[in-house]
């Protein structure tokens, strides 16, 4: 079985900052990229940023410099480092994995809501 478990989402003053984990356990075959995607109420899910192995990232065009992913490749942990939050940044963040496992390459965390008030 394998867990995906999210922290450190929260309320935040517009202007702040948060920073998001993502620890994997379990079984699993070797990661390939790992990411967060965000969810805002009555929008679809979408891609806020990826690494890959080689620290390869790829951000949305509404993050770029404002958020950092970051990954320990050891820990088999992804980050999300959130600066200058603005008020359309608000939604739930999953984390996502992209494994080798033939039967079962992808699995996301519950979700962390993120807040922030202006």
């Known amino acids: 079985q394998v867990q995906l478990v999210e922290s450190g989402g929260g309320l935040v003053q517009a202007g702040g900052s948060l920073r998001l984990s993502c620890a994997a356990s379990g079984t699993f075959f070797t990661i390939d990229a790992m990411g967060w995607y965000r969810q805002a109420p009555g929008k679809q899910r979408e891609l806020v940023a990826t690494i890959t192995t080689s620290g390869r990232t790829n951000y949305a065009d509404s993050v770029k410099g404002r958020f950092a992913i970051s990954r320990d490749n050891a820990e088999n942990t992804v980050y999300l480092q959130m600066n200058s939050l603005k008020p359309e940044d608000p939604a739930i963040y999953y984390c996502?994995?992209?494994?080798?496992?033939?039967?079962?390459?992808?699995?996301w965390g519950q979700g962390t809501q993120v807040t922030v008030s202006s």
């Open positions: 996502n994995i992209e494994t080798r496992t033939p039967w079962h390459p992808t699995y």
